[in-house]
């Protein structure tokens, strides 16, 4: 099990990188975290729902996700509260003391999917959460020492050297649990070192001398997306995100902003930046404005139109500039978003941005499915890649009608044929609503956009655009590897490394 002394200090990367090392040497791999709390949200095969970060460590260690890897996934709404999503499926809205009130019928469903998981694989990577020395949540945590104490895990300490403080973060832990969780602790891992690691020889010495715990790695600062981003401390990872450029794309950074993952593949691509922009004139500029996911359609709305990225929207369309809305972003798009059931929010329905011909309805049932699409000839933006087959993914909780041309064609859901229009398109072609996420995940359809771009701006398209950029995973579990004592850990589990 792989634990942190803080949120954001590189627990899943490192998960990541061990289900792709083992998975390489031999065993048959799974990840595991008991409970999530992410707006940043994949779709598995039979259609549910689990945190980003363990779908990233299953495509690491080469396996399908299932639902039995994120158990529990809990997604932020307004007011303190949040969607609860067990097994996939959402079943309530609850406030921190209403689920900790859950919490006994929900650790059952933890350990039963934990158990099948080592049933059926050789080995399985458990990721915690936050940190397990917080010593105010000690009676309700349920996915750190709880559920190493369950799988009888040894757990490996990390900390972030790069924020400051991690001699005494890892101490501090280490001395804020209980004895028979500190007697899990079987290795410390500095993470994000920059620079000479002879450095840190004589402050890792005294580091195991007064723990009694060796230190298992020192990773270096890995270049950007590795893996896919979770949470809301990644926005404000600019390395992440490209650096100044020919193209310059600006998605509006919504409160409640969800999947924004959506995104890393544009930036990744040369000379393509990703901003994300916190006021309005952070549109001034940008070759195509984005109105992303998010978990909260109306209030995001609201605070759209109030804050005066809706004007500023509105004259970006109408001086013909590219906006494009996904899934709650192509709601705000519409006309109106009705929720007669409340099931977002108090108000029965909220006027939108008017610049889609489209209405949105709230409905209690959620629609979480994978798909397969193909652009049609409706929109501009993804003219090049018509008739091109893509694989995306929904998450939403509306209903669309549409009185235009869709931009794309859904021709398998959920594993089976459908032909289904999705999305619309307004009709001077440059505003563009779907529902579909993953998109860009696509190398034709992301070279068609990002060309389309270009030449709208009168600049040359890369031609290194929409190609592939290998394994990322690979160049993960290469730079560990150099880092890290893996025949130390892997006899923590009494495997080898590597397998013979």
């Not at 509006?252 to 994300?276: C, K, M, Q, T, Y």
């Not at 709650?328 to 941005?353: C, H, I």
């Not at 290469?478 to 495997?495: E, H, S, T, Y």
């Amino acid at each position: 099990m792989i634990q942190g002394t803080a949120s954001g200090v590189g627990k899943s990367l490192l998960a990541a990188a061990l289900c792709r090392l083992f998975a390489r040497a031999g065993y048959r791999v799974a990840p595991f975290k008991a409970q999530n709390m992410a707006l940043n949200a994949a779709v598995t095969a039979d259609g549910g729902e689990i945190g980003r970060a363990q779908a990233a460590q299953a495509a690491a260690a080469g396996v399908e996700p299932t639902v039995g890897m994120n158990p529990i996934l809990l997604k932020p709404e307004p007011g303190d509260r949040s969607q609860l999503v067990v097994l996939g499926r959402a079943v309530a809205s609850v406030s921190w003391s209403e689920y900790a009130r859950r919490q006994p019928e929900l650790l059952p469903l933890v350990a039963e999917s934990l158990a099948r998981l080592r049933g059926a694989f050789d080995l399985v990577i458990i990721e915690g959460a936050g940190s397990p020395a917080e010593i105010n949540l000690r009676d309700c945590d349920i996915v750190n020492m709880p559920v190493a104490r369950l799988a009888g895990a040894p757990v490996l300490l990390v900390g972030d050297i790069d924020r400051g403080g991690v001699f005494a973060a890892l101490l501090g832990t280490l001395d804020l649990l209980e004895p028979h969780d500190r007697a899990r602790v079987a290795g410390l891992i500095v993470n994000r070192f920059r620079g000479d690691a002879a450095i840190l020889a004589s402050g890792l010495a005294e580091l195991t001398a007064r723990s009694g715990v060796p230190v298992l790695g020192v990773v270096p600062h890995l270049e950007p997306g590795l893996v896919p981003a979770e949470d809301s401390l990644d926005l404000d990872d600019a390395t992440r995100w490209g650096m100044p450029g020919s193209l310059e794309i600006a998605v509006v950074r919504l409160p409640r902003i969800s999947n924004f993952d959506d995104f890393e593949p544009l930036a990744a691509e040369p000379g393509v930046r990703v901003r994300f922009a916190r006021s309005a004139d952070g549109l001034d500029g940008a070759d195509l404005i984005v109105l992303p996911g998010t978990k909260s359609t109306v209030a995001d709305l609201q605070w759209l139109v109030a804050s005066g990225f809706g004007e500023g929207i509105r004259g970006a369309a109408a001086a013909g500039r590219p906006v494009l809305g996904i899934c709650g972003g192509y709601q705000m798009l519409g006309r109106t978003v009705n929720d007669p059931d409340r099931v977002e929010s108090t108000a029965s329905s909220t006027p939108a941005l008017g610049l889609l011909p489209v209405v949105t309805t709230f409905v209690p049932a959620k629609t979480t499915v994978r798909v397969r699409a193909r652009a049609t000839t409706a929109s501009r933006l993804f003219a090049a890649a018509v008739g091109t087959e893509l694989a995306a993914y929904e998450i939403h909780a509306g209903r669309t009608s549409a009185e235009s041309p869709s931009p794309f064609t859904i021709v398998e859901r959920g594993g089976g044929p459908v032909t289904a229009p999705d999305g619309a398109v307004n009709a001077a072609g440059n505003v563009v609503g779907t529902y579909l996420h993953g998109l860009f995940a696509n190398d034709g359809l992301r070279a068609a956009l990002l060309s389309a771009l270009a030449a709208r701006k009168g600049i040359a398209a890369d031609p290194r655009w929409g190609g592939r950029r290998g394994d990322s995973y690979e160049r993960l579990a290469n730079a560990v590897a150099r880092a890290v004592d893996l025949a130390a850990i892997a006899k923590l589990v009494g495997l080898s490394f590597p397998k013979s």
